[in-house]
């Protein structure tokens, strides 16, 4: 696939952007960063901290013509192609994760977060934007964050150079190019690909928000529509498809 | 709006899986609430109906803009030009951008094709449906935060 990368020095919102963009017809491929955002977001609208140079804010516009019923594994291929940029990038001996879905941890820490949306008309599918936000250079983060947040500099430490946004963004697209032609081809096979790239598949002790109710439990594997299947203490086993997995271990 | 346009209405809206209808026209304030049975029950409810006539001490046509006053004495739209917006996806229906926004669209609001009317969230994947006609919401058929399903009514939608 070809990409058409734009940059802005500073930006509302790059998938505020994009979503404009595509509704003013933008190709597939288009993909808009940022130096800065000045109301980058997550999920219902949560902010999403972005200062200047800090980190990657780019968003991707696909136009997949796929079932719709496979829509929503998008948000599962997002996160498998950050985790396979930052692989690329980063020593074996730092570990990485996709936390259901899709936010990538860093030796257990959040270094990226996904927000993915599509835009219907009426009945037909018009737009996907994936929105990643890469924590890079940053070295402190407010206190009460949804997750624990760590950046590419604090995890490689002071004496090994990290990379930087323009590495971490040719990962992306490169990746990108890989997993979404493979999800094109067939998209269920990206279930199988996120078990293989998660420890939250299975067996991982977790809580999950559900707006102000709490679930715990044990994960066991994915359902083909990609919710996470959480079995509680009860011995009931629930599929996870709003909230947020807020702890692990 | 005499009684042969409300059970115009009332036949209208039992049909299909409407939550709650409202509408507000030269001081009539309609209020439709349907009761819907449980899973596996095929017999529908009747619609629970509340008609309260609006006191109204002078005309006041700056209190409505929403409704232009030739729109308000019209009867009531006939079936053919409500438009039906029908959820494309499983999911979870959202009204706003997130819990402390103001709704996309309340009944009442003019709507362009193109304009947002909620948000379903799929596995985290934030869908905006727009609308694919142009004209007036005049039922919201799912409560904020409700699980719909493929093909699930979700507006009715009066087309200019």
């Known amino acids: 696939m070809h990409f058409h990368v734009l940059h802005r020095e500073t930006i509302d919102s790059t998938n505020t952007a994009l979503k404009r963009m595509a509704s003013e017809g933008a190709s597939e491929g288009t993909c808009l960063y940022a130096d800065e955002q000045t109301a980058g977001r997550g999920r219902f609208d949560r902010h999403w901290l972005s200062p200047r140079g800090a980190g990657l804010y780019l968003s991707i516009l696909l136009r997949p013509k796929i079932e719709t019923t496979y829509l929503p594994l998008m948000s599962l291929l997002g996160g498998v192609i950050v985790f396979d940029a930052l692989r690329a990038l980063t020593p074996a001996d730092l570990a990485l994760d996709i936390k259901y879905p899709n936010d990538i941890l860093l030796e257990g820490k959040k270094v990226c977060g996904i927000l993915a949306e599509a835009g219907f008309s009426g009945h037909a599918l018009a737009w996907v934007v994936l929105g990643m936000g890469v924590n890079v250079g940053q070295t402190e983060f407010p206190d009460g964050l949804l997750y624990p947040p760590t950046s590419l500099k604090l995890a490689f430490g002071e004496q090994c150079p990290h990379p930087t946004r323009e590495d971490v963004l040719q990962g992306i697209l490169d990746a990108t190019a890989t997993r979404y032609a493979e999800f094109l081809d067939h998209p269920p096979a990206i279930l199988q690909t996120w078990r293989e790239h998660s420890s939250f598949a299975e067996g991982k002790i977790i809580t999950v928000s559900v707006g102000d109710r709490k679930l715990e439990g044990t994960t066991r594997g994915l359902r083909d529509d990609g919710a996470l299947l959480v079995e509680t203490a009860a011995g009931t086993v629930e599929p996870v498809t709003v909230g947020d997995v807020v702890s692990a271990r | ?160």
Do not use: W
Request: with cysteine; net charge negative; glycine share 6%.
């Open chain 2, 1 to 160: 709006m005499n009684p042969k346009e409300i059970k115009e209405l009332i036949e209208l809206l039992s049909d299909r899986r409407i939550a709650e209808f409202e509408m507000e026209r030269a001081g009539i304030k309609l209020r439709i609430r349907t009761t819907h049975p449980g899973e596996g029950v095929t017999t529908a409810l009747p619609p629970v109906i509340t008609v309260a006539s609006t006191p109204v001490a002078a005309p006041a046509p700056v209190a409505a803009p929403a409704v232009p006053k030739a729109e308000a004495a019209a009867p009531a739209p006939a079936a053919e030009n409500l438009h039906t917006v029908k959820s494309p996806i499983v999911g979870t229906f959202y009204r706003a951008a997130n819990p402390n926004a103001k709704s996309f669209v309340d009944v009442g609001s003019r709507i362009q094709t193109g304009s947002v009317l909620c948000i379903i969230e799929a596995m985290k994947l934030m869908n905006e449906i727009e609308s694919d006609a142009a004209g007036e919401v005049v039922a919201i058929l799912v409560e904020n935060g409700q699980p719909v399903e493929y093909g699930q009514p979700l507006f009715t939608i009066k087309k200019d």
